[in-house]
C-alpha cells in the first residue's frame, strides 16, 4: 500500500459507520459479526482483521479472521488486560501481535460478551488515522450492544421454547393481523399442524375445524364471537367438551397480549378428562347421596318421633308403678307385704333402667344425644351418684370411697346429668361384680390446653375382674363377658357402650385395666374449663377451716384404701393425721399421744367402733369421737349419744366430714344423726298449688303425695282448664304436665305468663314423660322454670317443692352493722332493698371469687399472660361490686406487675388478697345465715 496516498479519513469513517448501519438489518449473529470484521479491514486500509471473544480468565477464542491464522486462540491474559484499560492500543511488538506487521486492537465489552477487534496495518497512525480509529471504535461498541442483545434474545427464546415445548398445555399464539402465528409441541399434536412459527391462516383453520367436532359447539361459537367483538377481552375455565360418550374436555383460557409492537391472543388449553369425568361422577354421586340423607333424615324423625312416644307412653304409667309404690311403702305394712313392695319397686326400677340404657343409646346412635354446658361441682356429682349406690353398695357390706387430687378444680362446666350417668354406670358395674371390699373413685388433672382442663377419673372395684382377651367386648353394644344362657349377671349390655360415647362427646376416652380375682379399674377423661360462674350456694354457719390447723386427728379403719384417702383429706385441711387398722393400734395410740379428735368405723373385725369407743373411754373420757356408720347398720345402743360427738353415715362426703370437724373443734354442738324415713311434711309453705294432669293414676298419685307432704292442690285435666284456674285464683306453685288433649302444657304456660305480665307469677314445675334431646331446652324455653322426669317419687316432689320455696318465702330484714371486712349497707342499696337479690349477689359472690382465686393462682404458676389479665380483671370488677375497695385495688395492682412482668408483687398481692377474701367470706356467710333464718325480720 502507498502510504503517500492522500486519503479522506473523515469520509471513510462515515462509510463505515453507514455499513454497520446496514449490517443491523440482519438476524444471523455469525453474519453480522463477519460483515462487521470484513467492513473494518475495508474501511480502515488494513492487511488484516480479526474478531477474538474473550471467554473466560483463560480463554481467548478466534471468532473470524479475514486470513487464515496459525492458532484459533490468543492470549487471554494479554487481551483481558487490553479490555481493562478500555483504550485503543496501537502494538509495534511483533511477539504479542496476532498479524505480522503493526497491529491495532479495539477492546468492546457488552454484558457478558467482552473482545477485541484487531487489523494489521501499514498505514501511519497520524492525527486523521487516530481520529478514524477511534470514530470506529464508538460504531465497533454499538455494535457489539447489538450482537449483545441478540445473544440475550437467543437464550431467553431458547429457555422460553424449551419451557413451553415441556409443558402439557398446549399453548399458541395468533397476532390479529393475521401475518404471525406459533405453537408449541403440545399445540402442534393437538392441531395436527408443524410445531413453531406458523401463519396465522393455518392455526385459525386447525382450530376452526377441532372446535366444530366438539359436543357443545354452538356455545363455543357463541363466546368466539363476544372475543371477536372485544379486542381487549378475556375467557377462563371455557369447556370444549369432545364425543359422546365424552372422550376429551378441554379447559381453554384467552388472553390478549399487547405491547408496543405485538398485538394478539394466547391461548392455552388444558386437558382435564379425567377431571371432568370424576367432577361429573362426584355430582351424579352427591345427588345419590342428596336422595339417601334425605331418606336417613325422613328415617331420624319418623325414629326420634317413635323413640318420643314410646317415652311417653311408657313413662307415663311407670310413673302410676313407682310413684304409688313409693307412697305404699310409707303406710304400715307387715313383714310380707313390704317385701311385695319392695319387690315392685325394685322391678320397676330396674324396668326403668333398662328403658332409660335403651333409649340412651338411640339417641346417642341417632346424633340426637346434646351435651349441656353448666356448671357443677364435681365433688357433688360424684357424692350424688355415690348416694343413688349406696343401698345396693350397704346390701352387700361395700366401701364407697373418693379422692380428689388439689389440682383438680373444684367446679367445672359441664353436663352434670351425663358425667353422673358415666359414674352411675361404672359404679353399678363395679357393686354388681363386687362380693367384698370397695368401689374407689380418684380424680386428677393429667393437662391444661386452651383454659380447658384434661381430666382423668379411675372408677376401681375389688371384684372378680376381666380376663384380658374379653376387654374387647367391653365396650360393644349389646355385649357382655358373659353371654351365656346361665350367666350369673343381668344386664342389658349398653351400659359400657354409652359411657363409651358419651365420654367421646366430652372430649375424652375410655378404658379398662383389670385381672381375672383382682378387680377392675375403669379410666375414663374428659375435657373441661373450669367454672368461674357458680350460681348456686348453700350458706351454713360454721367457724373457719383455720380451726383444723395442727390439730392431731386418729383414724382407725380396717379398710386400708379408706384410710389413705381420710389421710390425705385430713392433711389437705391443715390436721395431722394418725392412721392405724387395728384397734390394739388405736389404744396404743391413744394412750401415747394426744389427740383433739378420732373418726372411727363401725363395722371391722375384733372389735366394732362401738366397743372401741367405751375402751377409749375408760381412760379418755374428753376426746371426741366421730364414728363411721353404713345406712342402716347404726346400733340401737343407749349410749350412743354419749360415746359419739357426731355419727356420719357411708358413703361419707368430705364436705360432711369437714363440717363435722370444724364443728366439734369449733366448740359447737353437733348433734347424732342416724338414719331417717320420710314422715308427714312438718313445714307446709302458705303457698296455692295447681297441678295440670290428663293422665287418671299420676292425677291419683300426685294427689295423695301432696297430701302426704301436708298440701291440698287445686287439679286441673287438661291446658285449657290449666289456664281458666290461673286468671281466678293466685296460684304461687303449678306442676304443669307437657302433653295434654285440647291444650298441651306449653301453650298454656305461654298464656299464664301473659295473663301476668310483669307482676308476681307462679313457679312452674314442667312434668314430661319425654326423654330426648331437647326436651329440657323446650320445657324452658315455653317459660316453665323447672321440671320433673317421669315416672318420679313423692322424694323427687318433696325436692322441687324445697329448691323453689325461698322464692316465695317473705323477706327477712338484715342488720347492717357490725362488719369489719364487707359494706353492707352499699351492698343493700345495690340490691334495692330486695333481700332476695342480695342473698343472689352474695352466693354469686361466694361461689365465683374463691375458685377465681385458685385458678388465678394456676395461671401465675404457669405465666399465663392472658388467664392472668382476664382473671385479675374479673376479680377487680367482683370486689368492687360489692364494695370491698381494698381488695379490688390489690386486683388491679395485680394487672399493672403483670404488665411490668413483677412476679415477686404479685405473689405478695395474691396473698394478701386470699387472706382479705376470707375475712369478706365469713362476713358474707353470716349474712346468708340471716337471710335464711325462717319467720326473721
Known sequence: MDNTETVDWQKRSLDFLLSLYQVKSEKDIALIRTKITDSLQAHSGATAAALVRLEDEVTARILYATVPTSSSFF????????????????????????????????????????????????????????????????????????????????HLSARYNAILSAVDEAILFLDNGGRDGWVNTAASLLLNIDVGRNSSLVISRAMQKWRTTAVNAKEIEQEAVKLFYKPDGMVK?????????????????????????????????????????ASEQLKELNAELDKKRQLADDQNKAKSDFLANMSHEIRTPMNGVIGMTSLLALTQL??????????????????????????????????????????????????????????????????????????VPSDIIGDATRFRQILLNLISNGIKFTQQGEIEITAEKIGFEDNRYTLQFTVKDTGIGIAADKFYKLFDSFSQVDSSTTRKYGGTGLGLAICQRLVTLMGGGIRVESEEGKGSAFIFTIKVPANTAVTH???????????????????????????????????LWGMEPIAVN????????????????????????????????????????????????????????????????????????????????????????????????????????????????????????????MKKLGYSIDLA??????????????????????????????????????????????????????????????????????????????????????????????????????????????????????????????????????????????????????????????LKGSFRFIGCTEPGNMMEEIENNHEQGNLTRILELLRAVEEEYAGTEEELKQVLSTLHMPGAE
Open 75 to 154: 492470549d487471554a491474559e494479554y487481551a483481558a488486560a487490553i479490555i481493562r484499560a478500555n483504550e485503543v492500543k496501537v502494538i509495534e511488538d511483533v511477539s504479542l501481535n496476532l498479524f505480522p506487521g503493526k497491529n491495532i486492537l479495539f477492546p468492546v465489552t457488552q454484558g457478558t460478551l467482552s473482545g477485541l477487534f484487531i487489523i494489521a496495518t501499514e498505514w501511519p497512525v497520524d492525527e486523521a488515522y487516530h481520529t478514524f480509529l477511534l470514530q470506529a471504535w464508538e460504531g465497533l461498541k454499538g455494535m457489539t450492544m447489538l450482537v449483545q442483545t441478540y445473544y440475550s434474545f437467543e
Open 237 to 277: 375455565g371455557w369447556k370444549w367438551i369432545f364425543g359422546d360418550p365424552v372422550s376429551k374436555v378441554l379447559d381453554v383460557s384467552c388472553v390478549p397480549v399487547v405491547s408496543d409492537n405485538i398485538k394478539g391472543r394466547m391461548w392455552v388449553f388444558a386437558d382435564i378428562t379425567p377431571i371432568y369425568n
Open 334 to 407: 307387715d313383714a310380707e307385704q313390704r317385701d311385695y313392695v319392695d319387690t315392685i319397686r325394685v322391678s320397676g326400677e330396674s324396668l326403668l333402667s333398662i328403658i332409660n340404657d335403651i333409649l340412651d343409646f338411640s339417641k346417642i346412635e341417632s346424633g340426637k344425644m346434646e351435651l349441656e354446658a353448666a356448671p357443677f361441682r364435681l365433688s357433688t356429682a360424684i357424692e350424688e351418684a355415690y348416694d343413688l349406690m349406696s343401698v345396693k353398695a350397704n346390701e352387700k357390706g361395700l366401701d364407697l370411697l373418693y379422692y380428689i387430687e388439689p389440682d
Open 537 to 571: 350456694f348453700k350458706a351454713e354457719e360454721r367457724p373457719s377451716v383455720s380451726v383444723l390447723y395442727g390439730k392431731k386427728v386418729l383414724l382407725l379403719d380396717d379398710n386400708e384404701t379408706n384410710l389413705k384417702i381420710l389421710s390425705k383429706q385430713c392433711s
Open 582 to 705: 387395728s384397734y390394739t393400734e388405736a389404744m396404743d395410740a391413744v394412750t401415747g399421744q394426744h389427740f383433739d379428735v378420732a373418726i372411727i368405723d363401725l363395722l371391722m373385725p375384733d372389735k366394732s367402733g362401738v366397743e372401741v369407743a367405751r375402751l377409749i373411754r375408760k381412760g379418755n373420757t374428753t376426746l371426741p369421737l366421730v364414728l363411721f356408720s353404713s345406712a342402716g347398720h347404726l346400733p340401737g345402743d343407749a349410749d350412743i349419744k354419749q360415746l359419739f360427738s357426731a355419727v356420719i353415715n357411708k358413703p361419707a362426703k368430705h364436705n360432711q366430714i369437714k363440717e363435722v370437724l370444724l364443728r366439734i373443734l369449733g366448740g359447737a354442738s353437733v348433734a347424732v344423726a342416724p338414719p331417717q324415713i320420710l314422715a308427714e311434711q312438718e313445714t307446709v309453705l302458705p303457698i296455692r298449688i295447681l297441678v295440670a294432669e290428663d293422665d287418671y293414676i299420676n292425677q291419683k298419685f300426685i294427689i295423695r303425695a
Open 717 to 874: 285435666v287438661n291446658g285449657k282448664e290449666a289456664v281458666k284456674k290461673a286468671v281466678e285464683t293466685a296460684y304461687q306453685l303449678i306442676f304443669m304436665d307437657a302433653m295434654m288433649p285440647e291444650m298441651d302444657g306449653y301453650e298454656a304456660t305461654r298464656l299464664i305468663l301473659e295473663q301476668h305480665g310483669y307482676g308476681p307469677r307462679p313457679v312452674i314445675i314442667g312434668l314430661t314423660a319425654n326423654a330426648l334431646a331437647g326436651d329440657r331446652e323446650k320445657l324452658l324455653q315455653a317459660g316453665m322454670d323447672d321440671y320433673l322426669s317421669k315416672p318420679y317419687k313423692i322424694q323427687d316432689i318433696e325436692s322441687l317443692i324445697n329448691k323453689w320455696a325461698a322464692q316465695l318465702a317473705p323477706h327477712t330484714a338484715v342488720p347492717t352493722r357490725g362488719y369489719k371486712h364487707i359494706n353492707l349497707e352499699y351492698i343493700l342499696e345495690l340490691a334495692g332493698g330486695e333481700n332476695e337479690f342480695v342473698a343472689e349477689m352474695i352466693e354469686t359472690y361466694l361461689e365465683t371469687v374463691g375458685p377465681n382465686i385458685r385458678l388465678l393462682r394456676d395461671a401465675v404458676a404457669a405465666n399465663n399472660a392472658e388467664s392472668i389479665t382476664f382473671l385479675s380483671h374479673k
